[in-house]
């Protein structure tokens, strides 16, 4: 009998929501595997449209969320993630591009001066 061992599929559904003006939800679900294969590690990478820093981080399974914290407000994220096993690194999902929210807003007042109010 021959086995085929290869790396995983790439995670699916990888959706994401900008929950502030410096935090990013993302979930996804788990790529299929065999049970003499399993996903050892979740590879995140990101990166920002402004500054260009890209960044990867390694997230443990049975975890399939995360929430990206310290970014930088009204900015445009480019995010991908991987699975790991034993046998390598899977194909990286399609990019899922989410902007964070403001930071903050101008208001008019009837003075006719602008007011900032920070929202956290």
């Keep these: 009998m021959l086995f085929i061992v290869s790396v995983p599929e790439q995670p699916r559904n990888l959706r994401g929501e ?9 979930e996804w679900t ?10 050892t590690s979740y ?12 960044v990867h981080l390694t997230i ?9 914290e310290d970014l930088s407000p009204y900015s445009m994220y480019h995010i991908r993630v991987s ?4 046998h390598g690194e899977g194909p990286m999902t399609a ?13 008019t007042t ?10 956290e």
């Design 18 to 26: 900008a929950v502030s003006a410096t935090a990013i939800q993302l």
């Design 30 to 39: 788990a790529p299929h595997t065999v049970p003499s294969n399993p996903v």
């Design 43 to 54: 590879e995140l990478y990101y990166n920002d449209s402004s500054r260009r820093q890209n």
């Design 60 to 68: 443990s399974p049975p975890v399939n969320s995360y929430l990206l």
């Design 83 to 86: 699975a790991k096993t034993s």
């Design 95 to 107: 990019a899922l591009n989410i902007r964070t929210e403001e930071a903050g807003e101008f208001v």
């Design 110 to 119: 009837d003075c006719g001066c602008h007011v900032v109010v920070i929202f």
